[in-house]
């Protein structure tokens, strides 16, 4: 384990120290091999612990998930299965960061939606006690979307400099896009200036999901259940021993799309990146 002093900026500790009203406050990031927070693991951990009196002591240790590193999640943190061949599980780290965050608040970046569950799915997994209870919890995204609205009122204000007084009227709300849109080409000269640039640009990451329902994810360019109970499967071993759940699928009441995946995967036919 790292406890090394980190390289937090003055006006930064000071402001954190502050906070810490008579308990350290423990700042975390999870690195993990997807976005699952039921069935996927974690690859790294990292935890800033600040005390009351201005100690500040760091935790930074990779760990092996047992599983495969999906190629889409090591495409954006860069983490591969031979970067953590020989790290411990995290069974074997799991008293020690225990131990880290004791006595602590918890602070991070979206951290209640998903860092503490997938968190405290491993600690359940390797029968590690981890008690919440008396922990408070800061969620620095939270915050940020609180302050810093994303909808349809702020964007005009920040690209059109007006309010936009007529909000959900349609015919409204068409304008002030098309003023939002110009504003963003305005303010942004990086923006493509085409819609073939536009519409990649704005499209969302590729290697998610599979669907627009969001019922499968690719894992290493194939198919995995992102719902049910074979969550975190892939669709062609779940095709190949329980083609029942399949038809089931094919049969109830989901999205055309999903219907249409299950169908064809029925038929030998499956999803693939490449």
Same mark, same amino acid.
């Given at each position: 384990?790292?406890?090394?002093? +980190?390289?937090?900026?003055?006006?930064?500790?000071?402001?954190?120290?502050?906070?810490?009203?008579?308990?350290?406050?423990?700042?975390?990031?999870?690195?993990?091999?997807?976005?699952?927070?039921?069935?996927?693991?974690?690859?790294?951990?990292?935890?800033?612990?600040?005390?009351?009196?201005?100690?500040?002591?760091?935790?930074?240790?990779?760990?092996?998930?047992?599983?495969?590193?999906?190629?889409?999640?090591?495409?954006?943190?860069?983490?591969?299965?031979?970067?953590?061949?020989?790290?411990?599980?995290?069974?074997?780290? @799991?008293?020690?960061?225990?131990?880290?965050?004791?006595?602590?608040?918890? @602070?991070? $970046?979206?951290?209640?939606?998903?860092?503490?569950?997938?968190?405290?799915?491993?600690?359940?997994?390797?029968?590690?006690?981890?008690?919440?209870?008396?922990?408070?919890?800061?969620?620095?995204?939270?915050?940020?979307?609180?302050?810093? +609205?994303?909808?349809?009122?702020?964007?005009?204000?920040?690209?059109?400099?007006?309010?936009?007084?007529?909000?959900?009227?349609?015919?409204?709300?068409?304008?002030?896009?098309?003023?939002?849109?110009?504003?963003?080409?305005?303010? $942004?000269?990086?923006?493509?200036?085409?819609?073939?640039?536009?519409?990649?640009?704005?499209?969302?990451?590729?290697?998610?999901?599979?669907?627009?329902?969001?019922?499968?994810?690719?894992?290493?360019?194939?198919?995995?259940?992102?719902?049910?109970?074979?969550?975190?499967?892939?669709?062609?071993?779940?095709?190949?021993?329980?083609?029942?759940?399949?038809?089931?699928?094919?049969?109830?009441?989901?999205?055309?799309?999903?219907?249409?995946?299950?169908?064809?995967?029925?038929?030998?036919?499956?999803?693939?990146?490449?």
């Amino acid at each position: 384990m790292s406890h090394s002093l +980190p390289d937090l900026p003055a006006a930064a500790r000071k402001a954190l120290v502050a906070l810490c009203d008579g308990r350290p406050l423990a700042i975390f990031d999870l690195e993990t091999t997807g976005t699952d927070r039921l069935s996927d693991r974690i690859v790294e951990v990292a935890v800033l612990r600040i005390h009351p009196g201005g100690e500040i002591a760091s935790l930074d240790k990779r760990v092996n998930p047992g599983i495969r590193i999906p190629r889409e999640a090591s495409g954006i943190h860069g983490i591969t299965d031979a970067d953590v061949e020989s790290a411990p599980t995290f069974a074997a780290i @799991a008293a020690d960061l225990v131990a880290f965050l004791d006595g602590a608040d918890l @602070a991070g $970046y979206n951290i209640r939606g998903f860092d503490l569950p997938l968190l405290a799915k491993e600690f359940e997994r390797v029968r590690q006690p981890f008690s919440m209870e008396g922990r408070r919890v800061v969620d620095a995204q939270t915050i940020f979307f609180k302050k810093e +609205p994303r909808d349809l009122a702020a964007a005009v204000r920040l690209f059109a400099g007006r309010e936009h007084a007529r909000a959900h009227n349609a015919l409204a709300d068409v304008v002030a896009t098309a003023e939002v849109l110009a504003g963003e080409l305005g303010r $942004y000269p990086d923006l493509p200036r085409t819609m073939t640039g536009l519409h990649e640009f704005s499209s969302p990451a590729e290697g998610r999901f599979v669907d627009p329902d969001k019922r499968f994810m690719w894992r290493d360019g194939a198919a995995v259940f992102a719902f049910g109970e074979h969550r975190g499967r892939p669709l062609a071993d779940v095709a190949r021993t329980h083609p029942a759940y399949l038809e089931w699928i094919a049969r109830a009441d989901f999205p055309a799309e999903a219907k249409k995946i299950v169908t064809a995967a029925l038929s030998g036919t499956f999803p693939s990146k490449g």
